[in-house]
């Protein structure tokens, strides 16, 4: 920081700030403005509202699982039709991923949540009310599409209004939520979809149970869309755009939530960003250059061999457990099928041949029906 004329200890909600006055001019970088902004109730709006948000990929990518066989007589889907209802998310994040990660860099992190939020929740309405297969399986996959915008830059706000010593317990929290997510997923199915009854129906559209557990899924970003906007956009964003004004205006919006106090008792009244020689240069690139030079370096002859075996790390371990997560919810309904049928439990292997045999959407939902 540049050395002014005098020095004073601000306090803001039990954080100390080291901050020097001078008469005409107060300059800071970006982590002591933040320091100052201190941590309190805007805080815990931010972590209260990243977990409504981060429920939405959770619940994008593995709500069909739930859905399929409920739907499997009302929507005649056969082993193929349930495969791709499963796998239509997944290939939405695949998709857009690095789209939204650019757009995420260019329009802000607070624009592309709600926008995300929003587009989130219309796909996953118009899925709710679906009535046919291919409905449905467009929407989840514009779902998945838009819901693969939404963690990177809810991961990148959560970091950059949280000071250095609370970012770990951040992260940690906004991990924790797909945890809590695979709790309340089957939480919900075990309230609505046990029941059997359709719920009401209206000319040609019939409600049934699992439009109503898609319907319920639509909460989470139409939580985290109203809530973000009345988040400011991240202070780290603005100055990294050198748009110094608005994020002292954000600074002041936190350093208000938090202490109560008037914009004019915060501390700071200039903001300065800290920045390498890369950095400035960066700043000025294009989106598509700047992607280029980030990703360029792990596909240099050093490191392919590392990527390689990371990526199929990584591949090996999700395919055995999405091949899991994504079928459990069907073995399981067809080893209470077998119970019923053969008046004993059923093995794993006992289940999926019978799944196997299967082959006709009539043979299932007959079969259901006997349950």
């Known amino acids: 920081m540049t050395q002014l004329t005098s020095s ?79 796998a239509v998310p997944s290939a939405g994040m695949m998709l857009t991923s690095f789209l939204w990660g650019s757009l995420g860099d260019t329009f802000g992190r607070r624009k592309l949540i709600i926008c995300m939020c929003i587009m989130d929740f219309c796909f996953m309405l118009v899925a709710a009310s679906s009535q046919s297969f291919a409905v449905l399986l467009t929407f989840r996959l514009l779902g998945g599409m838009a819901s693969s915008g939404v963690y990177p830059s809810l991961a990148s706000y959560l970091t950059e209004v949280h000071v250095a010593k609370h970012r770990a ?141 990371s990526v199929s790390a990584q591949f090996l371990i999700f395919l055995c457990l999405n091949s899991v997560m994504l079928w459990l919810p069907q073995i399981l309904q067809e080893m209470s099928i077998h119970q019923q049928h053969h008046n004993n439990t059923a093995t794993v292997c006992e289940t999926l041949y019978d799944l196997r045999d299967l082959t006709g959407v009539g043979e299932v939902c007959q079969s259901v029906s006997l349950v």
């Open 8 to 86: 004073v200890t601000e306090k803001s909600n039990g954080s100390e700030v080291q901050v020097n006055n001078e008469n005409t001019h107060l300059e800071f970088d970006c982590e002591e403005a933040l320091s100052a902004s201190g941590c309190g109730r805007f805080n815990a709006y931010v972590v209260l509202i990243a977990i409504f948000t981060g429920l939405i990929c959770v619940f994008e990518g593995r709500v069909m699982p739930y859905v399929v066989p409920a739907a499997q007589c009302d929507l005649g889907l056969g082993i193929k039709e349930k495969a791709v209802l499963n």
């Open 169 to 309: 317990v951040v992260q940690l929290l906004l991990g924790s939520v797909y945890g809590l997510g695979d709790i309340l997923l089957p939480l919900f199915a075990l309230l609505i979809l046990t029941n059997r009854e359709n719920l009401f129906t209206f000319e040609a559209i019939v409600f049934h149970p699992w439009n109503l557990y898609l319907l319920v899924c639509c909460i989470p970003p139409l939580i985290g869309g109203i809530g973000f906007m009345w988040l400011p956009e991240s202070p780290k964003y603005l100055v990294s755009k050198k748009e110094h004004d608005k994020a002292l205006k954000s600074f002041q919006s936190i350093y208000t939530i938090n202490t109560k106090n008037p914009v004019a008792d915060y501390p700071i009244k200039d903001i300065r960003h800290s920045l390498s020689l890369d950095d400035k240069n960066d700043i000025q690139k294009t989106t598509i250059s700047k992607n280029r030079v980030q990703f360029s370096p792990i596909l240099q002859k050093k490191h392919f061999k590392n990527l390689i075996i």
